[in-house]
């Protein structure tokens, strides 16, 4: 059945319906012009927002509506894990051409529906509407941290070590699989892992958490745009400049299977591929112990990648350097929209 048929009013009754878990902090949700929530006294209430548009940060003809459900919250739920915050409540708003399946939404909902649950995250309104271009999901997250404890990008100081969690470049690499392959690249060749990686990031929650609660990191954000452009967004920031060892990135088994840690792999992908969302942050090196006891409680990679230095030229803030100590010409920092 396509969406014109059956009528807005029971799209929003079905989404009510899907979505009735209860919170106590949540007295109205769905059914009036505005949420509303309880605020406590001794935190912090966090919020952001992302827009993912068709043909720009997706295509249909690859991407299974469960996993632009699950895409389209972990994002905006990775951007409070790395202020070092939880999710609390989430908004949903999504433009839809008139001949969308029922099936298709029920499915993005699915996915939604799956990541909210993970995160424990409740759904607290949105909005749908019809479009005659491109389909549009947004998704707005209200999260809340302790306020002494929340961890901002203009923290990092000369001297601190840059860390990123995971993996980097798989995201790249998967987006390469599914342009090239379709659909089929889920399934079958051998970047599946890292097809999965573009599709549905997992948001680094319980890494920000611990991050933050133990004051490991003095600057943190999470990975969106690719390495080096975040890196300098956060430095900018934190008024510093960084150097990145291009030969300490860490990568996946499915990355040294198609590159064999090419430095044209490592600078297109790793360094500037984007959407990872893992964690990028700094700390000073007293906490590098700390740090790599943690990497090795929450199972995941925690790798030094660099270090922080004095601003003295805003044209030059990140400088990627070799095996050897020497600088590498960067073309491309990252993905910018303009």
Not at 18 to 31: A, E
Not at 125 to 145: C, D, F, I, W, Y
Request: aromatic share 6%.
């Amino acid at each position: 059945m396509f969406l014109k048929k059956l009528g807005e009013e029971e799209i929003i009754r079905s989404l009510a319906e899907r979505f009735s878990r209860k919170h106590p902090r949540l007295i109205k949700g769905i059914g009036d012009d505005t949420s509303v929530t309880f605020q406590r006294g001794d935190k912090v209430q966090l919020a952001t927002t992302d827009i993912l548009i068709e043909d720009t940060h997706f295509r249909l003809s690859y991407t299974p509506p469960y996993f632009l459900g699950r895409k389209s919250l972990n994002i905006s739920v990775s951007d409070i894990a790395a202020m070092g915050g939880a999710a609390l409540f989430f908004l949903v708003s999504i433009a839809l051409p008139e001949n969308t399946t029922k099936g298709f939404l029920d499915e993005l909902y699915r996915g939604i529906d799956d990541a909210a649950r993970e995160c424990g995250a409740i759904l607290a309104g949105g909005n749908t509407a019809r479009t005659e271009g491109k389909m549009m999901v947004s998704t707005t997250v209200l999260g809340e941290a302790q306020k002494d404890k929340v961890v901002y990008r203009s923290g990092a100081r000369p001297g601190d070590i840059i860390y990123v969690t995971g993996t980097l470049g798989d995201s790249a690499l998967g987006l390469k699989a599914l342009k090239s392959h379709g659909k089929d690249a889920i399934k079958k060749g051998p970047f599946k892992n890292a097809v999965l990686r573009h599709l549905d990031p997992a948001p680094r929650v319980e890494a920000g958490d611990q991050l933050a609660k133990k004051k490991l990191a003095s600057a943190m954000m999470d990975i969106s745009d690719g390495l080096a452009l975040d890196l300098k967004r956060l430095c900018l920031e934190s008024k510093a400049a960084a150097i990145i060892e291009l030969y300490k990135l860490p990568t996946s088994a499915d990355f040294r299977k198609f590159s064999g840690i090419s430095k044209n792999a490592l600078l297109n992908l790793a360094l500037s591929g984007g959407e990872d969302y893992e964690l990028l942050f700094t700390s000073p090196e007293e906490n590098s112990k700390k740090i790599a006891s943690l990497s090795k409680k929450l199972k995941l990679p925690i790798t030094p990648i660099g270090r922080i230095t004095p601003l003295k030229d805003k044209n030059k803030v990140i400088t990627v350097i070799d095996e050897h100590g020497l600088p590498i010409k960067v073309e491309k920092l990252g993905f910018e929209h303009f």
